[in-house]
């Protein structure tokens, strides 16, 4: 095998996207929770503390959406 095909990504099966659009959905549920709690927390340390889980779930909610882009480009056209 070359070193060309070893970097060449391959399609998504079916049940990777299943995979990763759940962890897109918990990604945002917890992101959301995050700063409802933060927002209503009387204590300033425990709000930045949960504003930073916020950046935390939102960066991997990008890091999960770039993924997908990534593969967009060899996606199957038709559902397998």
Known sequence: MTTQNQNQMLPLTSKEL????????????LAKHAAATAASAQDKMVQQALMGFVQRHEQHLNE?????????????AQPQ
């Open 18 to 29: 299943d995979y990763i659009v759940d962890c897109i959905s918990n990604e945002s549920m």
């Open 64 to 76: 999960l959406v770039g993924a997908l882009e990534a593969h967009k480009g060899i996606a199957p």
